[in-house]
């Protein structure tokens, strides 16, 4: 039994995978086409990055400096960040995406303030985290006492509540590394993604919003069930080593058994009903939730055989595209007639497609194998780089993060309209390339003008952006487009998240 066989296994330990000479070929490939990378590219590419942040929060400190305890959270924010630089400047280490790591601490800060503002200090010292991993010189003792010093000093909430982020955070963001190699997600991704638990399992334990406690106990509940897999695995993995079927089995049974049982301990219905019952009482108590349930379950039974069906006739990026567009439309017409059904369901899709991919991950009998093949047939470059496919996940958390913090559908437009057209047309026409990027001028063209077109039919035929004016559309859809074509950070991570901001900040 070979080594890599068994760290699938445990479903925590990294694991190796052989990649086929086709993806090879085709990477090369591309590569070929790529505009050359030069030093002057790259600072063109950062400066205009920059700029973009630069501008964001001069409005968002110009519209709150009057206030003194909103000017107080600023100041703040902006010694850590402070010392987040200073960090950055005493390392002499070659990075080469030293520049993303701006995000790392400029989305949790700016999110935090426009969103849950008695958050923002603590999810911006959450930040530095980033630092331990990303520069190797650092004692990861060092960072995290200058966080407990930075809550100690700039943050009103009680230490040692404090203290236990800090440290779950640390974990959380060591624990997606382990498991993504640093391929799958990198330093960036992973500090995103152990800040936003965080906040799911900590900070909003006690939220009284349905569609949360939905996502916090469905999350909770896979968490609790790769533990269990993973402590099931360790005390018996001499004997499964030579019985991996019988493994595979078993916590294929954990899965099916421990998740649904879990979920109904970790979801907390206010009417002490099972949330299952609870789920059937709610939709069968509104006409229109049922007419939704119904359309969603007709569309996904007949477009998706028919769309596996003509799949090799288009090519790979059309075909993602069109998955894109079609979660659009799924969503964008329901959201207005009852937001907070559809919020349930994607609180409620999220852990699924995460499960999903634990399944695939481990090809769990009786169905990894198959959807490790289906989701491979969708996997882009960066999928193929590491142990998880990613993409899907990264699509739904898109699209779900405005709709469930905001009631925004600007993720719905930026991924289901704008980067699908962006990326179509980037390939089929594009002959200007942004510089440092593979990214096109035509592309970024049809991405600014497809979302502020989309934007403004959805103004005017379904309410949406009631208290925006046409102007401040135009500048969301533009800053995004721009963003979209310097950046290499993950554009369904980073796209969403900007035109939320952006919505935000230029609203009066």
């Known amino acids: 039994m070979c080594a890599a066989e068994t760290k699938i296994c445990s479903g925590l330990d990294s694991m190796k995978r052989m990649k086929g000479t086709t993806h090879e070929e085709c990477v090369v490939t591309s590569a070929k086409d790529l505009p050359v990378r030069s030093n002057t590219n790259m600072m063109f590419a950062k400066f205009v990055q920059g700029l973009i942040i630069a501008v964001t929060f001069g409005v968002l400190y110009y519209k709150n400096n009057k206030f003194d305890k909103d000017l107080k959270i600023l100041n703040y924010c902006m010694s850590i960040t402070s010392i987040f630089q200073a960090f950055i400047l005493i390392n002499n280490s070659n990075h080469n995406h030293r520049f993303e790591l701006i995000y790392s601490i ?17 999810n911006t010292i ?42 779950m955070n640390f974990s959380l963001s060591a624990f997606l590394q382990m498991i993504g190699e ?42 609790y069930v790769i533990i269990f897999n993973y402590v099931i695995f360790n005390i018996a993995k001499n004997w499964f080593n030579s019985h991996r079927y019988i493994l595979s089995l078993v916590q294929s049974s954990v899965i099916i058994g421990g998740f649904p049982l879990l979920t109904n301990y970790f979801i907390h219905i206010p009417e002490q009903k099972s949330p299952l019952e609870w789920l059937l009482n709610y939709i069968t ?49 329901p959201f207005k007639y009852d937001s907070e059904f559809v919020k349930i369901a994607l609180a409620g ?16 009998e009786p169905m990894g194998a198959y959807l490790d093949l289906k989701l491979r047939s969708f996997a882009d470059e960066r999928d193929l780089k590491g142990p998880l496919i990613i993409s899907y996940i990264y699509l739904i958390l ?36 942004w510089p440092q990027s593979d990214k096109t001028i035509e592309g970024t063209i049809a991405f600014v003008s497809s979302t502020f077109i989309i934007c403004k ?15 401040t559309i ?23 998240s900007f035109m939320l901001i952006c919505e935000y900040i230029f609203t009066d």
């Open 182 to 223: 640093l391929k799958s997600l990198d330093y960036v991704d992973c500090n995103l993604f152990s800040i936003l638990l965080t906040n799911i399992f900590y900070f909003n334990y006690d939220s009284i919003s349905v569609p949360f406690r939905i996502l916090h106990g469905t999350l909770s509940a896979l968490f």
């Open 398 to 433: 898109g699209i779900s993060f405005p709709l469930l913090i905001y009631n925004s559908p600007v993720g719905l437009i930026s991924l289901g309209i704008g980067d699908s057209l962006a990326s179509i047309v980037g390939k089929k026409m594009g002959r200007y390339h």
């Open 285 to 333: 108590d509104s006409p229109i939730r049922q007419y939704i349930f119904i359309g969603w379950l007709t569309l996904v039974a007949t477009l998706v055989p028919t769309f596996m069906m003509f799949q090799s006739n288009v090519s790979l990026n059309t075909s993602r595209k069109v998955w894109h567009f079609l979660i659009f439309l799924m969503i964008i017409i």
């Open 349 to 364: 899709i999220i852990p699924l497609f995460l499960c999903i991919e634990y399944i695939r991950y481990l090809k769990l």
């Open 474 to 496: 135009a500048i969301m859809c533009l800053l995004s487009g721009i963003l979209e074509g310097n950046s290499i950070l993950n554009d369904n991570i980073l796209i969403p």
């Open 106 to 122: 400029y989305l949790p800060f700016i999110l935090s303030f426009c969103f849950n503002r008695s958050l923002t200090i603590i």
């Open 126 to 167: 959450l930040s530095l985290n980033v630092i331990n991993y990303s520069y190797k010189n650092f004692n990861k003792s060092l960072i995290i006492l200058t966080q407990i010093l930075c809550c100690y000093v700039f943050d009103d909430h009680n230490i040692n509540y404090l203290i236990i982020a800090i440290f």
């Open 457 to 471: 039919i959805l103004q005017s035929s379904l309410n949406y952006f009631q208290n925006i004016s046409t102007l």
